[in-house]
């Protein structure tokens, strides 16, 4: 199994989302040995609630399907974490820049986004993570750091990640194609494959805002 070795800090930095997957399966040591990996994610009391669904195949190809005709409906998307009801001013400027930085670095190519978003970037695999309903706010916040690690981990088998709301977009399709029970909430989804170089959405590189913006010292 071939692996990129690079320090943590190099992975960070490598790590960007990508949008435009080639049609190449994940080989599945890859998939095993990037969530073992990402099983090492700190959590609450070591309470560990990700439960992880992969979806690839002929599975993954109906779950298209089903996002097709719902889109082809005008079906309203209903992920089952709400979108805020405001952004603050702060996140709000930072996702106005996001548009024009990516014609900055991808130009014509991205026109594409909302198609590839609605295509599942053209993925081969999607590991979608739940975790119980009955779990709070903080449990989320560990499905963060683990989708982070298994992003991170990915990288060092040289495939490429997007974590997306797009994703998650009609749970009602994911619940009927992965058999995900009732008493479990569908928390976000991450395509995982090799990413398509040749595609220019994938030049995109997001803006951080300078520390002083974010990071108050005191002394
Ligand atoms: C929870 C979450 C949901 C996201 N949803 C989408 C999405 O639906 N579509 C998309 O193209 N990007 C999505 N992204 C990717 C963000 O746009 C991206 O992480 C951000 O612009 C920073 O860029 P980078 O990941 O390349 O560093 C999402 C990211 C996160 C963390």
Known sequence: MEVFIMNVIQALNARHSTRA????????????AVL???ARTPSWANSQPWEV????????????????EKYADK???????PRPVEWSEAAKKRQQQLH??????????VEQFGLLNRTMFNVPAVIYICMNK??????LYDIGAYSQSLMLAAIEHGLSTIPAITLVHYPDVLRRELKIADN??????????YADKENKINDFVSARSHLSEIVHFFD
């Open 36 to 38: 073992e990996a990402a």
């Open 184 to 193: 479990l909430k569908i928390a976000i989804g991450i395509a995982i494959g």
């Open 134 to 139: 009955v779990l709070s706010q903080w449990s």
């Open 100 to 109: 024009p930085d990516m014609v900055r670095d991808c130009g014509d190519a």
């Open 75 to 81: 079906t309203t998307p209903t992920p089952e974490t």
């Open 53 to 68: 669904f992969i979806a690839t195949g002929d599975t993954l190809d109906r779950i298209k399907s089903g996002y097709q």
């Open 21 to 32: 997957f080639l049609p190449n399966q994940v080989e599945n040591e890859k998939l095993t």
